[in-house]
Every structure is written in structure tokens, then in C-alpha cells.
């Protein structure tokens, strides 16, 4: 199988979720998506990256972005550790969690560890989910892939700044900058001569021939 990189096709499956039987591609629909990973149920960073999730939904969703997690244990788990994440996170999680206990979408999307890479993340010889997120576009198309080690929680504070980068850069000419935030200046797309550059945006500076600066149009803020 080829490996999955930016660009790829988001692999299609259909598994059994915590909201349902889903069919990813169908579940996606017009809408972008975010896929994240976990090793397995009641583990303690996820239990706190999970709330964090619930808690970003609207943020998600002002960005037409649906969510759905993974991990590797059944339902009847899922649901238990739904109602300790909801507990200790003060929320009400509703967004899907694949019930991957045959590891078919861990394989599909590579997400497998080994005892090579981390054998922390292997337990009597099974292997665990590595901490993955995939953003996919509503063209099915994967636009970012982040993995993270078990030790660290994932920031999706920055997951979010990086879908509101993907989304400016689809409707605009442009690229953004070290540690941009949504409002701040961009830089011209480099496909895109400085004269037009100063017909597309309000402000552009000039710092290199090939690093431009630009303020946006008020409608691209």
C-alpha cells in the first residue's frame, strides 16, 4: 500500500462508532474533517485531549469542520470512558469515536506502532495506535498529518490555526508566516508578481524579492 502523504486521498472505510455505523467518505460529505487517534480507552493524555475536543466543537464547526477520534477498544469501552471523559473534563462529548478493535483503519491510515519505533506502545505483542491526525478537505484529499509521541498532549489550539491557514490559502494566493494568527498580515503566494500582488491586497511590503508581505482584504480576515 502506498504510504498516505499530503495530497493523498483520505483512505474510504466504514466502521462501527460510538453515534453509529460510519462510512468516512460519506461521513465528510461537503465538509472538512479531522481523524485523530488514541493507542487505546481509559489512558490518561487522551482522556484530557478528548475534552479538549469536546469542548472545540463550535470552534470546529465555524470552520465547517466535523471530528471523529479513534481507538482501539469496543463500544461497550467507549461508552465507559465517554462518561469519565465527560466527567472529569465538564463535558458532554457527542462527536464520533471508531470502535477500531480489529485495527483495520490503523493499518488502512498507518497509524501502527511497533517495538522498533516505541515499545512502550506495544503490550504482549499487540500494537497500539500512534497518536495521529489527519485534516482532510471536502475534496476527501489529506491536507495535513501530525503524530504525536504518547508523552505529549496534542495542541489543537494549533490544529485550528492550521485549518484556518489550509482554508485562507485555498480562497486567497497566499502562504502564511511563522506563528501566524487569523487577522495578522500573509505573505504573497510566490506564483503571484508583486504589481498584481498590489491589485489583489490593500498593503504589500516588499522584504526580499521572493518574501513578500500583505495585508488582507477585509473579507479574507
Same mark, same amino acid.
Given at each position: 500500500m502506498a504510504p498516505l502523504r499530503l495530497g493523498s486521498i483520505a483512505p474510504d472505510f466504514t466502521a462501527e462508532t460510538t453515534n453509529g455505523d460510519v462510512k468516512f467518505h460519506d461521513f465528510i460529505g461537503d465538509k472538512w474533517a479531522v481523524l485523530f487517534s488514541h493507542p487505546a480507552d481509559f489512558t490518561p493524555v487522551c482522556t484530557t485531549e478528548l475534552g479538549e475536543v469536546a469542548k472545540l466543537v463550535p470552534e470546529f464547526e465555524k470552520r465547517n469542520v466535523k471530528v471523529i477520534g479513534l481507538s482501539t477498544n469496543d463500544l461497550t469501552d467507549h461508552s465507559k470512558w465517554v462518561d469519565d471523559i465527560n466527567e472529569v473534563n465538564d463535558v458532554t462529548l457527542k462527536f464520533p469515536i471508531i470502535a477500531d478493535v480489529d485495527r483495520q483503519v490503523s493499518i488502512l491510515y498507518d497509524m501502527l506502532d511497533s517495538v522498533e519505533h516505541d515499545p512502550t506502545n506495544v503490550v504482549n505483542g499487540i500494537p497500539f495506535t500512534v497518536r495521529s491526525v489527519f485534516v482532510i478537505d471536502p475534496a476527501k484529499k489529506i491536507r495535513l498529518i501530525l503524530t504525536y509521541p504518547a508523552s505529549c498532549g496534542r495542541n489543537f489550539d494549533e490544529i485550528l490555526r492550521a485549518i484556518d491557514s489550509l482554508q485562507l490559502s485555498d !480562497?486567497?494566493?497566499?502562504?502564511?508566516?511563522?506563528?501566524?494568527?487569523? =487577522? /495578522?498580515?500573509?505573505?504573497?503566494?510566490? =506564483?503571484?508578481?508583486? /504589481? +498584481?500582488? +498590489? /491589485?489583489?491586497?490593500? /498593503?504589500?511590503?516588499?522584504? !526580499?524579492?521572493?518574501? !513578500?508581505?500583505?495585508k488582507l482584504p477585509a473579507e479574507g480576515n
Open positions: !480562497r486567497q494566493p497566499i502562504a502564511t508566516p511563522a506563528n501566524w494568527q487569523p =487577522g /495578522e498580515d500573509v505573505i504573497v503566494h510566490v =506564483g503571484v508578481s508583486t /504589481e +498584481k500582488a +498590489k /491589485e489583489i491586497f490593500p /498593503e504589500v511590503r516588499v522584504a !526580499r524579492p521572493y518574501l !513578500r508581505f500583505a
